[in-house]
């Protein structure tokens, strides 16, 4: 019994290390990320942006915010012990966020009426999706590798870091999109 | 905890993370709209997107958590 509870309370110690680790990665991502947002800006202005299709970055945003509402549930669900409610919320963000780089690298990157070389606006077009493309990739990744693990039933109520580490990457790809939307799709008229 | 006050907790955790995602809905459809209409108006838009990521961060992300201690329940 002591032993459990010296295991449960060296658990939690770890715990605590462990998000500020992943915190301060998620920093230090984010400085990149800020650095393209910024270039964005000062390259472009605010009078134009990439001639891209709105309505495209508008469904693609829509579904990487469900893919994060998804995420939030399976979280919550393995927070409160519902292995069943995890298992289809994780699949579900699995799916979105597959559909998601579908749209962007599958579709967006297609139908563009520009090649990554050439001018300005179109390098950081393929610059700033491409780099949060792989980060979403990445994530794709790891949920399928929590999901995996989670139907092995590796997770409990009391242990899951994993699940807590993927959701909070997850958001935070989630998070330098809400950024990214606005600035390569609505800010400015088209640049012909 | 019992069965029942653990349940109650987990729809009430659901219930955030549904409303939440309303309002980040309600925020997308207006950035889309706005930006539409007036694609030069950058201040509101931005604002709109500092305000997703807040709540993305505060109740998705559970940023508090990291400022709780060793000891302290999860969420």
Request: hydrophobic share 40%.
């Given at each position: 019994m002591t032993t459990h509870v010296t295991t449960i309370a060296d658990y939690r110690r770890k715990l605590s290390i462990n998000r500020l680790g992943l915190w301060l990665f998620i920093l230090s991502d984010a400085f990149v990320f800020g650095g393209l947002f910024v270039s964005r800006f000062y390259l472009l202005g605010t009078g134009v942006r990439p001639e891209v299709n709105q309505f495209l970055g508008f469904a693609v945003t829509a579904v990487l915010l469900t893919s994060s509402f998804f995420m939030n549930r399976a979280e919550t669900a393995m927070v409160h012990g519902d292995r069943k409610l995890f298992l289809n919320s994780t699949l579900m963000t699995f799916l979105l966020g597959t559909l998601f780089l579908v749209g962007v690298v599958g579709l967006e990157w297609q139908i563009a009426p520009f090649g990554p070389g050439d001018d300005v606006v179109a390098s950081l077009f393929y610059t700033m999706t491409g780099f949060h493309a792989f980060h979403v990739l990445t994530g794709v990744i790891f949920l399928a590798i929590v999901y995996r693990n989670g139907r092995k039933g590796l997770y409990t109520a009391e242990r899951h870091w994993a699940v807590e580490a993927c959701a909070v990457y997850w958001h935070f790809v989630d998070v330098v999109w809400i950024f990214f939307y606005p600035a390569l799709y609505l800010i400015g008229k088209p640049l012909l | 905890m019992d069965e029942n006050a653990l349940n109650e907790k987990k729809k009430e955790a659901l219930r955030l993370g549904a409303g939440v995602m309303f309002l980040l809905a309600v925020f997308t459809l207006g950035e889309y709209w706005l930006g539409s209409v007036a694609s030069v108006w950058y201040v509101p838009l931005l604002g709109i997107a500092v305000l997703k990521a807040f709540l993305v961060i505060r109740d998705?992300?559970?940023?508090?958590r990291l400022f709780a201690g060793d000891e302290e329940e999860h969420e």
């Open positions: - | 998705y992300m559970h940023l508090p």
